[in-house]
Structure formats: structure tokens, C-alpha cells
């Protein structure tokens, strides 16, 4: 009996966990999750407070600190949850947790593409610092979010089993 009570408190629903600062993505976000009725949470700044949000959407907030939406989705993601981050460092910390990390633009992190990712990064650290300023990334366009929708949709579906259809 007691067995059976543990195995009832350690049940949990996957999640969705969204570092919502700067996610274009949102919409979509909720649109899988809600054909799939997934819950995704959405953590942000109190930079970003808005009460404008809808009653269907889940936000958490966090100090204006730039690593504490970071630091939340860390702590409280689990195996087999899903993240969505453009956040380079984050991802490197969630994908030996067994966490689906994914992009906005609809690139997944992988054991075998974090390294790459990480030393990138530190490159361009080291370029800004010595001056070298770069462009910065494209604005997202319809390829990237039907990019992100297929991957996030083929995520859930390995649980889920929803259609492949792409999002207009």
C-alpha cells in the first residue's frame, strides 16, 4: 500500500518550460501544448510583467536578475520535460537530465551539438570584448517557426501521438 502512494506522488505530467523573456514563439507554444494537453510554463523577469495575459497561459516570475529565469526553469524541470531557450548555458546543464531543449528557431541542443554551440559562444565572447562587433542574429521568419512547430510537435508526439500538421 505504501508503495502505491509513492509511485502516486512521484507521477508528474510533462511540462513545457518556456524562457519567455524574448520567446517569439509563444503562440505556437500553446497551441501544441493545448492539442496535447500539456501544461507549459512560462518563466520571465518582472521586466516583463504584463497584465494583459490569458487566463490559459501559466507565468511564473522571477527577479529582473539576468540569470534567475535560468536558475527557475533548472530547478524546477524534470526528466522528460521539454525547454525552449535560446539560452546556450542553460541548455549545456539540462541535457544530461534527460530534458528535451530546443531553440525558437527550431534547432535542438544534443550532446552532440552542445560542445560546438558553447565554444561559439565563447568566441564571440571574446570577439565583442576585443571590439568586434557582429550583427547579431536574423530576425525570426516563417522558416524558422514552422522549424520550431515540426520539432516541437515530433517532441510531444513520441508521448503524445499528435498529427505533424504545420501551424499557418
Known amino acids: 500500500m505504501e508503495g502505491w502512494r509513492i509511485s502516486l506522488l512521484n507521477e508528474k505530467e510533462k511540462t513545457i518550460f518556456v524562457d519567455a523573456d524574448a520567446c517569439p514563439v509563444k503562440e505556437e507554444i500553446m497551441l501544441i501544448a493545448s492539442q496535447v494537453s500539456v501544461r507549459v510554463i512560462f518563466v520571465a523577469s518582472f521586466e516583463h510583467y504584463q497584465l494583459s495575459r490569458s487566463k490559459d497561459e501559466n507565468w511564473v516570475y522571477v527577479d529582473p536578475h539576468k540569470e534567475a529565469a535560468d536558475l527557475y526553469i533548472a530547478n524546477h524541470v524534470r526528466s522528460g520535460d521539454v525547454v525552449v531557450t535560446q539560452d546556450i548555458g542553460l541548455a549545456s546543464l539540462l541535457l544530461n537530465r534527460n530534458i528535451a531543449v530546443l531553440s525558437e528557431r ?54 503524445e501521438g499528435i498529427s505533424n500538421q504545420n501551424i499557418e
Open 106 to 159: 527550431g534547432r535542438s541542443y544534443t550532446e552532440d551539438t552542445i560542445d560546438f554551440a558553447l565554444m561559439s559562444r565563447h568566441m564571440s565572447g571574446k570577439m565583442r570584448r576585443s571590439g568586434i562587433h557582429s550583427k547579431g542574429p536574423k530576425k525570426l521568419n516563417k522558416e524558422d517557426r514552422n522549424r520550431f512547430v515540426t520539432l516541437l510537435k515530433k517532441i510531444l508526439s513520441n508521448d
